[in-house]
Each structure stands twice: as structure tokens, then as C-alpha cells.
């Protein structure tokens, strides 16, 4: 598409829609190829015990009537049993996590790799995302990846790189980016991405809502296990709000545009409401412009704010009309050449990413979603990184970022600082 003046529905067309996203299947690529039917049991582990991580495992023993949890790590202990305790009443002939494989620590991932499961759940923070998925392709797993896979470049790279040795491995990597599994976003955006509101030129998305929890600690916990428990609010853990929460949005709007990666993005955004020592060094607001090759505009609003006006969803405006997604209010409407609503049943999206993770594994024809999260994480990355530094920022240099977030090495005894709050025109792009 860089060299033609070909739109950009056509070029979604010609190349073939299911090599994009935004796909009738499910908004992602699945290769042809499989590795052969399995009617063994399937092992799961859960690796980060918290409510995302207690929620992906339910789901996941539910997708499947032969599949059983088999091991559990987190940093903390009390994750561990009260996640078991839960999973448990739920499902107690498939909940085989003996005490030997609950396993605490910031290396206890390995141990459940090591621990003969077939699939694993990566819902840690998203610091440790890459290095986990890198471990869990290296060790021949299906992965369940949360969103963000990174939270930073070189992140990004481990998980592009790490995605594409699982398609040599014909291995199923599922995303997190759980809206392209709901059925009414799926036949709108499809019906978007074939040409019903014309080519897209503007997607207003927001993702504007209330402050987020905040944890009690023990005062004799070091610096470094508080900030763990309250991980979202310290930028190098999380990757800040627009990485954590609000790159749904940002991804939304990259379906919406077939996928194609954007040209740059400028824009703005700090922290206002949040200022406390306790709300870490991340942004509570965000502003960003992306543009595209073709002259199309992606513009994103967010923030976590209370007692302030709430809003999620899009506003796609193209050359023959408009698509709104609210997605409080499970709107989906478009005007235009056919004026069109979404009238059908919806679905558990949650769900639905695990049913056809298991479907893929079962019928040997592996679903790789790899490549298109890991995009959708350096859109983000891009929101961020001209807000921090207030520079226009391309997706060439946010892919070949050589800033690092974080330390290679975590001790929960020992303190990693957090870094100032980034000031716009002062913090530098690395």
C-alpha cells in the first residue's frame, strides 16, 4: 500500500480479508495449515492468579469438555489460594492443582512450564508479558495472552519475534483484545471493512471512565511488593492507563482501518486528579492524533477521571457515511449508502476467545494472533511516547524505540525506583 494509490479497502480485499483482521471468523489471521486433531486432556496453567487471571481460567475450563487446570504461580501466595478456592467451587472435577504445583515466585512461571501443561494463561502485569510468552513458544505451549503483551519496544520486538516461531511451531496464540471476539462488533467491523460506510477516513474512539482500584499493603512490605500490588499505577509495570486499559480502544480503531499501521501520531496528556505519591508516576488523561498513508486520521480520547463524563466507543466517519460502536450501550449502528443496526444476540467475548482456542488446538488448525496484538501494542506505545515526550512520533521509530522499561532482573526485596512523571517538551524520546 505504500506505493500505489490503492484505498485502503481495496488493498484489504486484494490481499485477503482473512490476512488482516477485522476477518468473518474473528477479526484475526488463521493459517491454513494444521498440526493434527487432539483428543488428548488438556493441561492448562495459570500463570498470574488475579481476577483477569481467575476469570481467562474459568473460561478456559468451560471451552472444553477434556481439559483440566493443572498448575498455578504468582508472586503472591494469597493469590494462589484464594484463585484455587474459587476455581474449585466452580469446577471440581477439573481443578487438578495439587499443592506441588502451586508455585510462588517471580521465576515460578518456569516451573509451570516445566510442569507437563499443554496451554498456558498470561495474566501477570504486563512487565513480564514478553519474557513470558517468549518462554511459553520456546516450550512448545498454546498461549492465552492478556493485553498488553509489552510495555515497551524491545517488549514489542520479543513478542513479534516470538509469535512468528510459533507459527513455525504451528502452536494457537490467542489475544486479549477481547472486542474482536463480541458477534456485534464482528459483523459491524466487517461490514466496515467491506466498503458500507465507503473508506475510512476518521475514527474518533474514546475510552473515558472512572479512577481504578487501589489496594491496601502491609507496612512491613518492602517498596518493591507494594508497588506489585498495586501494579497499574507505576508506568514500567503496567505501561500506563493507555496501555492497560484504554489500547482497547486503540485497537478498535486499528480494526476499523483494516490494520494497516499508522504513519505516526502526535498529541498530549498527564495526570490531573491522580497526584498522589500512591497513584505511582503514571498519566490519568490522554489526547492523540494518529495518521495514516492515505490521509485518514485515527483520533483517541481517554481517561481515568471520577466524577467526570464517561464515554467508549467509536466514530467512524468514511467517504459513503458513518459507523457508531457505543459499546456501554452495545450500539452498533451505520448510515450511509444502507442504513444498517445491529439487531442480533450478543455473546460472552470473553468466552468466545477461549472456545475457539480449544476449537483451534482440537482440530489441529492453530489460530495465531500473534503479530496483530503485538501491532496493536506499539499503536499504543506510539499514544504514549508523544504524549511523555510531546513529539510527533512514527511508527518506524516507536518499532526501533531502544527505551527500556524496567530492570532485567526483579527482587522483591530490593527497590526499582520508579521514574519522575513524564513532562512534555522535557522527557526525551529514546
Same mark, same amino acid.
Given at each position: 500500500?505504500? @506505493?500505489?494509490?490503492?484505498?485502503?479497502?481495496?488493498?484489504?480485499?486484494?490481499?485477503? =480479508?482473512?490476512?488482516?483482521?477485522?476477518?468473518?471468523?474473528? !477479526?484475526?489471521?488463521?493459517?491454513?495449515?494444521?498440526?493434527?486433531?487432539?483428543?488428548?486432556?488438556?493441561?492448562?496453567?495459570?500463570?498470574?492468579?488475579?481476577?483477569?487471571?481467575?476469570?481467562? =481460567?474459568?473460561?478456559?475450563?468451560?471451552?472444553?469438555?477434556?481439559? &483440566?487446570?493443572?498448575?498455578?504461580?504468582?508472586?503472591?501466595?494469597?493469590?494462589? @489460594?484464594?484463585?484455587?478456592?474459587?476455581?474449585?467451587?466452580? %469446577?471440581?472435577?477439573?481443578?487438578?492443582?495439587?499443592?506441588?504445583?502451586?508455585?510462588?515466585?517471580? *521465576?515460578?512461571?518456569?516451573?509451570?512450564?516445566?510442569?507437563?501443561?499443554?496451554? &498456558?494463561?498470561?495474566?501477570?502485569?504486563?512487565?513480564?508479558?514478553?519474557?513470558?510468552?517468549?518462554?511459553?513458544?520456546? =516450550?512448545?505451549?498454546? &498461549?492465552?495472552?492478556?493485553?498488553?503483551?509489552?510495555? @515497551?519496544?524491545?517488549?514489542?520486538?520479543?513478542?513479534?519475534?516470538?509469535?512468528?516461531?510459533?507459527?513455525?511451531?504451528?502452536?494457537?496464540?490467542?489475544?486479549?483484545?477481547?472486542?474482536?471476539? %463480541?458477534?456485534?462488533?464482528?459483523?459491524?467491523?466487517?461490514?466496515?471493512?467491506?466498503?458500507?460506510?465507503?473508506?475510512?477516513?476518521?475514527?474518533?474512539?474514546?475510552?473515558?471512565?472512572? !479512577?481504578?482500584?487501589?489496594?491496601?499493603?502491609?507496612?512491613?512490605?518492602?517498596?518493591?511488593?507494594?508497588?506489585?500490588?498495586?501494579?497499574?499505577? $507505576?508506568?514500567?509495570?503496567?505501561?500506563?492507563?493507555?496501555?492497560?486499559?484504554?489500547? $482497547?480502544?486503540? *485497537?478498535?480503531?486499528?480494526?476499523?482501518?483494516?490494520?494497516?499501521?499508522?504513519?505516526?501520531?502526535?498529541?498530549?496528556?498527564?495526570?490531573?486528579?491522580?497526584?498522589?505519591?500512591?497513584?505511582?508516576?503514571?498519566?490519568?488523561?490522554?489526547?492523540?492524533?494518529?495518521?495514516?498513508?492515505?490521509?485518514?486520521?485515527?483520533? $483517541?480520547?481517554?481517561?481515568?477521571?471520577?466524577?467526570?463524563?464517561?464515554?467508549? !466507543?467509536? @466514530?467512524?466517519?468514511?467517504?459513503?457515511?458513518?459507523?457508531?460502536?457505543?459499546?456501554?450501550?452495545?450500539? $452498533?449502528?451505520?448510515?450511509?449508502?444502507?442504513?444498517?443496526?445491529?439487531?442480533?444476540?450478543?455473546?460472552?467475548?470473553?468466552?468466545?476467545?477461549?472456545?475457539?482456542?480449544?476449537?483451534?488446538?482440537?482440530?489441529?488448525?492453530?489460530?495465531?494472533?500473534?503479530?496483530?496484538?503485538?501491532?496493536?501494542?506499539?499503536?499504543?506505545?506510539?499514544?504514549?511516547?508523544?504524549?511523555?515526550?510531546?513529539?510527533?512520533?512514527?511508527?518506524?521509530?516507536?518499532?526501533?524505540?531502544?527505551? &527500556?522499561?524496567?530492570?532485567?532482573?526483579?527482587?522483591?526485596?530490593?527497590?526499582?525506583?520508579?521514574?519522575?512523571?513524564?513532562?512534555?517538551?522535557?522527557?526525551?524520546?529514546?
Amino acid at each position: 500500500m505504500s @506505493d500505489d494509490k490503492t484505498t485502503r479497502r481495496k488493498f484489504i480485499k486484494t490481499t485477503g =480479508a482473512a490476512a488482516i483482521g477485522g476477518t468473518m471468523i474473528s !477479526g484475526f489471521g488463521i493459517p491454513a495449515m494444521g498440526f493434527g486433531r487432539n483428543s488428548d486432556t488438556l493441561k492448562v496453567g495459570l500463570i498470574g492468579c488475579g481476577g483477569r487471571g481467575t476469570g481467562a =481460567a474459568n473460561q478456559a475450563l468451560i471451552a472444553d469438555n477434556n481439559v &483440566v487446570l493443572w498448575a498455578m504461580s504468582d508472586i503472591f501466595d494469597d493469590r494462589i @489460594d484464594e484463585s484455587h478456592k474459587n476455581l474449585l467451587k466452580l %469446577h471440581p472435577d477439573k481443578v487438578k492443582v495439587d499443592k506441588d504445583r502451586k508455585f510462588i515466585g517471580l *521465576d515460578s512461571y518456569k516451573k509451570v512450564l516445566d510442569s507437563g501443561v499443554d496451554v &498456558v494463561i498470561l495474566t501477570t502485569p504486563p512487565y513480564f508479558r514478553p519474557t513470558q510468552f517468549e518462554a511459553a513458544i520456546q =516450550a512448545g505451549k498454546h &498461549v492465552f495472552s492478556e493485553k498488553p503483551m509489552a510495555v @515497551d519496544a524491545p517488549g514489542v520486538r520479543k513478542i513479534f519475534e516470538a509469535s512468528r516461531k510459533a507459527k513455525e511451531k504451528q502452536l494457537s496464540v490467542m489475544s486479549g483484545f477481547c472486542w474482536r471476539f %463480541h458477534t456485534p462488533k464482528r459483523e459491524t467491523f466487517q461490514r466496515v471493512l467491506d466498503g458500507a460506510i465507503g473508506d475510512v477516513m476518521s475514527v474518533y474512539n474514546t475510552y473515558n471512565t472512572g !479512577g481504578l482500584w487501589l489496594r491496601d499493603v502491609q507496612p512491613d512490605w518492602t517498596p518493591m511488593r507494594k508497588k506489585m500490588k498495586n501494579w497499574i499505577y $507505576h508506568n514500567w509495570i503496567s505501561g500506563d492507563p493507555i496501555m492497560e486499559q484504554f489500547i $482497547h480502544s486503540i *485497537d478498535m480503531m486499528s480494526w476499523a482501518f483494516g490494520d494497516v499501521k499508522p504513519l505516526s501520531a502526535s498529541g498530549t496528556g498527564g495526570r490531573q486528579s491522580r497526584i498522589g505519591p500512591e497513584y505511582g508516576n503514571v498519566f490519568d488523561h490522554y489526547a492523540i492524533v494518529y495518521e495514516y498513508e492515505n490521509g485518514a486520521k485515527g483520533f $483517541h480520547f481517554s481517561r481515568q477521571q471520577k466524577n467526570c463524563n464517561n464515554s467508549y !466507543g467509536l @466514530d467512524m466517519l468514511g467517504t459513503d457515511g458513518r459507523c457508531v460502536v457505543d459499546c456501554p450501550k452495545n450500539k $452498533h449502528v451505520i448510515t450511509g449508502k444502507e442504513d444498517w443496526k445491529y439487531r442480533g444476540s450478543g455473546n460472552d467475548m470473553y468466552q468466545q476467545e477461549h472456545d475457539e482456542l480449544f476449537a483451534s488446538i482440537r482440530s489441529g488448525k492453530p489460530i495465531n494472533h500473534g503479530e496483530i496484538m503485538a501491532q496493536s501494542t506499539l499503536i499504543g506505545l506510539m499514544g504514549r511516547m508523544t504524549a511523555y515526550t510531546g513529539q510527533t512520533i512514527t511508527y518506524e521509530q516507536a518499532l526501533n524505540s531502544q527505551e &527500556v522499561f524496567g530492570p532485567d532482573v526483579i527482587d522483591l526485596e530490593i527497590d526499582y525506583p520508579d521514574a519522575p512523571v513524564a513532562r512534555p517538551g522535557i522527557t526525551p524520546f529514546k
